[in-house]
């Protein structure tokens, strides 16, 4: 149970490297990544990966080696345009949601952290802070129509949503078939009044997605304090609004695997690349 299946194996076995390599062969790649998804859906340290899966320093160096030379992401990547039947539905729902970060995942060492290119969401440290509950990490998500995850940003569990919303946009792209570049402009981004500031609106105009964010109620006010020099609403449609949904559904898929929904990892980029496997493992599914 919880284990790659055939078809999600098809697709992500070509983008893994040679199990023979220059230093000797590698342990088989679909047991290890087997053993990674067990570990991330019981939770469990690593020292209790069944002896099936192999010795547990091989999955977790495995986790932190394609952490650092990007694999997992490009298996998102390949994931997202995967030829299912089902493509990407370009109505995008954004939300987040707090995770608590256990006591193991403090005190990670400023120094000696991973090589490898910058890790998206590791701009505050290691995205940890403290909101309500104690030490915790904020996921900021982006799903589209079918809520399936986009991107994934992480920030220490008191950062504000909206200040998120435009780096969490920027970070979709998906390679759809044929040529051209990859598409990053949604038809349609549905958020909730986290996001609902006025600066935000513009930014999104000048992009040229339309939104459909409801108001606040003390911006209504200030609004109707003005009267005709208030300016008029912006534009709302509550069917579309409907639609949001599906980003809490997802934040429910991600949270079933006991590992995301309690932090262990010290370091955000190897908690970021669990996120990102799951992820996969979500539109392969």
Same mark, same amino acid.
């Given at each position: 149970?919880?284990?790659?299946?055939?078809?999600?194996?098809?697709?992500?076995?070509? =983008?893994?490297?040679?199990?023979?390599?220059?230093?000797?062969?590698?342990?088989?790649?679909?047991?290890?990544?087997?053993?990674?998804?067990?570990?991330?859906?019981?939770?469990?340290?690593?020292?209790?990966?069944?002896?099936?899966?192999?010795?547990?320093?091989?999955?977790?160096?495995?986790?932190?080696?394609?952490?650092?030379?990007?694999?997992?992401?490009?298996? =998102?990547?390949?994931?997202?345009?995967?030829?299912?039947?089902?493509?990407?539905?370009?109505?995008? @729902?954004?939300?987040? @949601?707090?995770?608590?970060?256990?006591?193991?995942?403090?005190?990670?060492?400023?120094?000696?952290?991973?090589?490898?290119?910058?890790?998206?969401?590791?701009?505050?440290?290691?995205?940890?802070?403290? @909101?309500? !509950?104690?030490? $915790?990490?904020?996921?900021?998500?982006?799903?589209?129509?079918?809520?399936?995850?986009?991107?994934?940003?992480?920030?220490?569990?008191?950062?504000?949503?909206?200040?998120?919303?435009?780096?969490? *946009?920027?970070?979709?792209?998906?390679?759809?078939?044929?040529?051209?570049?990859?598409?990053?402009?949604?038809?349609? *981004?549905?958020?909730?009044? !986290?996001?609902?500031?006025? @600066?935000?609106?513009?930014?999104?105009?000048?992009?040229?997605?339309?939104?459909?964010?409801?108001?606040?109620?003390?911006?209504?006010?200030?609004?109707?304090?003005?009267? $005709?020099?208030? !300016?008029?609403?912006?534009?709302?449609?509550?069917?579309?609004?409907?639609?949001?949904?599906?980003?809490?559904?997802?934040?429910?898929?991600?949270?079933?695997?006991?590992?995301?929904?309690?932090?262990?990892?010290?370091?955000?980029?190897?908690?970021?690349?669990?996120?990102?496997?799951?992820?996969?493992?979500?539109?392969? $599914?």
């Amino acid at each position: 149970r919880g284990e790659v299946t055939d078809e999600a194996w098809a697709v992500i076995a070509p =983008l893994l490297p040679d199990p023979g390599g220059a230093r000797g062969r590698w342990r088989d790649h679909r047991q290890v990544i087997n053993g990674i998804l067990w570990k991330l859906r019981t939770g469990a340290p690593w020292r209790d990966l069944p002896e099936r899966y192999g010795p547990w320093k091989t999955c977790h160096e495995r986790l932190r080696r394609w952490t650092a030379d990007g694999t997992w992401d490009r298996i =998102l990547a390949a994931a997202q345009v995967h030829d299912d039947g089902a493509p990407v539905h370009w109505t995008i @729902s954004v939300d987040s @949601s707090v995770v608590r970060a256990h006591q193991h995942a403090a005190g990670a060492r400023k120094k000696g952290a991973l090589s490898g290119p910058a890790t998206p969401g590791a701009q505050d440290g290691e995205a940890i802070g403290r @909101s309500r !509950g104690g030490l $915790s990490t904020k996921i900021h998500l982006a799903v589209d129509g079918r809520g399936r995850p986009l991107s994934i940003l992480l920030t220490p569990g008191q950062a504000g949503d909206n200040p998120q919303l435009l780096a969490l *946009l920027d970070q979709i792209r998906v390679n759809e078939p044929g040529p051209g570049r990859p598409r990053k402009r949604p038809d349609v *981004l549905i958020a909730d009044k !986290g996001y609902a500031h006025d @600066s935000t609106r513009r930014a999104l105009r000048r992009r040229g997605i339309r939104h459909v964010i409801p108001e606040r109620s003390d911006q209504v006010a200030r609004r109707a304090a003005k009267g $005709s020099t208030g !300016g008029r609403p912006p534009a709302f449609d509550k069917l579309v609004y409907k639609r949001r949904n599906v980003v809490e559904r997802c934040f429910n898929r991600l949270k079933q695997w006991r590992d995301l929904a309690t932090r262990y990892a010290k370091r955000v980029s190897l908690y970021r690349a669990s996120l990102v496997l799951i992820a996969a493992v979500i539109w392969l $599914s």
